[in-house]
């Protein structure tokens, strides 16, 4: 169950943190709903992913493990969100600072609550 429990709460939270900054990067309803199922596609892997490395190689800082995995999985999001940038009624104007930003936001946030 806390296996269960950590990819929810991770994907709840980035889903809440990434509405936010998208709505504050004047993305549509229409392009909300990208953004929650480009996270939906994203979050789940990326946590697993860190997950497994924290088992396999305990002693290395987490950061070191974090920022290629957020790296890979900002670049998907740009693609993904470069692809809706096309067209006004996603409201999609800048796909690179919206993966950017979105995920630093909610990147930082994670952090702050694991000193919590």
Known sequence: ???LE???FSLVLTLIIETIVAWLFGVSMHGL???????VLTNPPAVCVNWLLGIRFPALPLFIKQLPIEAVVILVETGIYQSFAGEAKWGVRNPVAL??????????????????
């Open 1 to 3: 169950m806390h296996i």
């Open 6 to 8: 950590m990819f929810l």
């Open 33 to 39: 709903k990208v953004v929650w199922l480009v996270n």
């Open 99 to 116: 993966a950017v930003v979105a995920n630093l936001v909610s990147y930082c946030s994670g952090l702050l609550l694991r000193c919590i």
